[in-house]
């Protein structure tokens, strides 16, 4: 943790509860069920979008890219999965903002949670950037083994490689994006698990009043 880091975090944890006027028990109920609501809706959004898009006939706005002839190449993949980190960061940050919020209204202890989730957020988030940012690297690895086995088994099996049954059950491509769709299914819940602690936070106040 840089200095700077440790000094913000030290700050928040120092300072007093805030002497704010608790929201009333039918509040917290309604603030609760909202915003479970749209967290069920913003993670049914990303899941779906990832699950489609990584079918060979999907409806998802990203496109899976597809081979149309011999030429093999990674990098379509590669800015695939990166369109899908951004959109995931589009719809995580407003839902973690908007609970903070719905925290911070709640009752004194629930705004010093929220307080310590921003400065949480920023002293990890250029290092989880940094770290989300290697997978679709990583997943090169991957992309190549399977095609280097490919290629070996047809060289054994004396056969002409055919581009339009790498998508098919068990050829190498079908193999790769469904482990692309792993990790991204993954890192989905990654990126989700902040809200959902937040979330649950406001659901157990609202229960304890």
Same mark, same amino acid.
């Given at each position: 943790?840089?200095?700077?880091? $440790?000094?913000? !975090? +030290? %700050?928040?944890?120092? @300072?007093?509860? #805030? /002497?704010?006027?608790?929201?009333?028990?039918?509040?917290?109920?309604?603030?609760?069920?909202?915003?479970?609501?749209?967290?069920?809706?913003?993670? $049914?959004?990303? !899941? +779906? %979008?990832?699950?489609? @898009?990584?079918? #060979? /006939?999907?409806?998802?706005?990203?496109?899976?890219?597809?081979?149309?002839?011999?030429?093999?190449?990674?990098?379509?993949?590669?800015?695939?999965?990166?369109?899908?980190?951004?959109?995931?960061?589009? @719809?995580?940050?407003?839902?973690?903002?908007?609970?903070?919020?719905?925290?911070?209204?709640?009752?004194?202890?629930?705004?010093?949670?929220?307080?310590?989730?921003?400065?949480?957020?920023?002293?990890?988030?250029?290092?989880? @950037?940094?770290?989300?940012?290697?997978?679709?690297?990583?997943?090169?690895?991957?992309?190549?083994?399977?095609?280097?086995?490919?290629?070996?088994?047809?060289?054994?099996?004396?056969?002409?490689?055919?581009?339009?049954?790498?998508?098919?059950?068990?050829?190498?491509?079908?193999?790769?994006?469904?482990?692309?769709?792993?990790?991204?299914?993954?890192?989905?819940?990654?990126?989700?698990?902040?809200?959902?602690?937040?979330?649950?936070?406001?659901?157990?106040?609202?229960?304890?009043?």
């Amino acid at each position: 943790m840089h200095f700077t880091d $440790a000094i913000a !975090l +030290s %700050s928040v944890l120092d @300072s007093g509860v #805030a /002497k704010i006027a608790p929201q009333n028990p039918a509040q917290r109920a309604a603030a609760a069920a909202l915003h479970a609501t749209e967290f069920e809706r913003i993670q $049914a959004f990303m !899941l +779906s %979008s990832i699950k489609k @898009s990584c079918a #060979a /006939k999907g409806g998802s706005h990203i496109k899976l890219p597809l081979p149309l002839d011999a030429e093999v190449s990674y990098l379509p993949y590669k800015q695939f999965y990166e369109a899908h980190q951004r959109d995931m960061e589009l @719809s995580v940050e407003p839902l973690r903002v908007n609970l903070r919020a719905a925290l911070a209204k709640a009752s004194p202890e629930l705004r010093k949670l929220a307080e310590l989730d921003v400065v949480m957020g920023k002293i990890l988030r250029e290092r989880e @950037s940094r770290l989300l940012s290697r997978v679709p690297v990583l997943l090169k690895k991957r992309f190549d083994a399977l095609y280097a086995a490919h290629l070996e088994q047809l060289t054994a099996q004396g056969q002409d490689d055919n581009p339009a049954a790498w998508m098919q059950a068990g050829g190498w491509l079908a193999r790769f994006c469904q482990s692309l769709q792993t990790l991204l299914l993954a890192e989905a819940d990654l990126r989700l698990q902040p809200s959902a602690g937040l979330l649950e936070a406001l659901k157990q106040q609202e229960h304890d009043a």
